[in-house]
């Protein structure tokens, strides 16, 4: 249990691509309907990327318009983390891009790959290396380009996924405000319940590979359903319990917006009402690592989120993984 916050959010970004698909758009490209997705998963729109556009493009728009918030320029970051599953390229990392981007000419950079619970992850890295004294400026970022890796004629999947970036910069805390604590876990056992089995050193990119459509996601629905509702309740006690505080203290949760019936499930595990629950769900679909800090970005915009309020934030993802972490903002 932490006493004393070490590292706090001092700014926050976001950045999505102009292109949308609707719920109808997918009623010409499967056997799907806008009634069925509402119900299934509460979205509506997802952005998706055009041709020329990049997860670094995104991830380094998010970046910027963070360290803009913030006060500060991209060569005043010590470390850039960028959390994702739909990197632009084998190798090097995202983050490398990111930084030449930004002109972060001061930093380290690295991804990691923790699926829709790598934010929280990236939170946790930064929390650790500021908490050390090893880093002051920290750009975490979660940003994804879902819609390259996923098969548009499949309608279990094509619905969900949608592409955008959100950015936190962290800094040494004031001693009152930041991270009371990160929870973080994963179970590797689970790993092909929701994966690509291609476009890794496994299968190298082929044209069988590509005619049997390897490098798409594949998601056994309604499995990870039922682990994500419980390892997300699981996570949001976890943190309320090794930080000591009380579920009716809590002013936001803010989860991985992956179904709104997942979310409201774990809402209801830390008796949370409505109003103390942000959604955004309806408008970019599961964004995997991004989501949390879009639905952040947001709610501190729209003034949703005041300082000294506390957050919530809670993420289920491949892997599995999943965790959750408590900041007073
Ligand atoms: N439109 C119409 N029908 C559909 C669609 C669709 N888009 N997709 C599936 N169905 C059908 C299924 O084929 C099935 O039909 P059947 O009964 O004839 O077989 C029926 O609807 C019910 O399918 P379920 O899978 O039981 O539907 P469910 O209510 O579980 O909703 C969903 C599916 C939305 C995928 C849900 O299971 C879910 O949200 N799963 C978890 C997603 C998640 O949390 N992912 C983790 C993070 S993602 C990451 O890490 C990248």
């Given at each position: 249990m932490q006493n004393r916050p070490q590292a706090m959010i001092i700014g926050t970004g976001a950045a999505v691509p102009e292109k949308t698909l609707t719920n109808r758009d997918f009623e010409t490209m499967v056997d799907t309907s806008n009634e069925w997705i509402r119900a299934r998963t509460g979205m509506e729109v997802r952005h998706v990327v055009g041709p020329d556009e990049q997860n670094s493009d995104l991830a380094a728009a998010a970046a910027l318009k963070a360290l803009e918030s913030a006060g500060l320029t991209a060569v005043d970051v010590d470390l850039i983390i960028v959390a994702t599953i739909s990197g632009d390229s084998g190798f090097p990392s995202t983050a490398c891009f990111v930084q030449k981007k930004i002109g972060a000419v001061n930093a380290a950079a690295l991804d990691i790959g923790a699926a829709c619970a790598g934010f929280i992850y990236g939170l946790d890295l930064a929390d650790s290396y500021i908490a050390l004294g090893k880093a002051k400026h920290v750009l975490v970022i979660g940003s994804e380009v879902?819609?390259?890796?996923?098969?548009?004629?499949?309608?279990?999947?094509?619905?969900?996924?949608?592409?955008?970036?959100?950015?936190?910069?962290?800094?040494?805390s004031d001693g009152e405000r930041g991270i009371l604590g990160t929870f973080i876990k994963s179970d590797g056992r689970l790993s092909e319940l929701l994966y690509i089995e291609g476009l890794g050193t496994k299968i190298p990119p082929s044209h069988q590979s590509v005619d049997e459509r390897k490098h798409f996601i594949r998601m056994a629905g309604r499995e990870v359903f039922k682990y994500a509702v419980k390892a997300m309740g699981d996570s949001a006690e976890e943190i309320l319990m090794r930080t000591g505080l009380d579920n009716a203290a809590v002013d936001l949760l803010i989860s991985h917006q992956a179904n709104l019936r997942i979310i409201e499930a774990t809402a209801r595990r830390i008796n949370l009402p409505a109003e103390r629950v942000f959604i955004n769900i309806e408008k970019y679909g599961n964004t995997s690592s991004a989501s949390i800090p879009l639905a952040l970005d947001?709610?501190?915009?729209?003034?949703?989120?005041?300082?000294?309020q506390l957050l919530v934030l809670v993420a289920f993802g491949a892997g599995f993984t999943w965790g959750s972490a408590a900041i007073r903002y």
């Open positions: 879902l819609s390259r890796i996923t098969d548009y004629s499949d309608r279990n999947t094509c619905v969900l996924f949608g592409d955008g970036a959100g950015a936190a910069v962290l800094a040494p947001e709610a501190v915009r729209s003034g949703r989120i005041q300082p000294g």
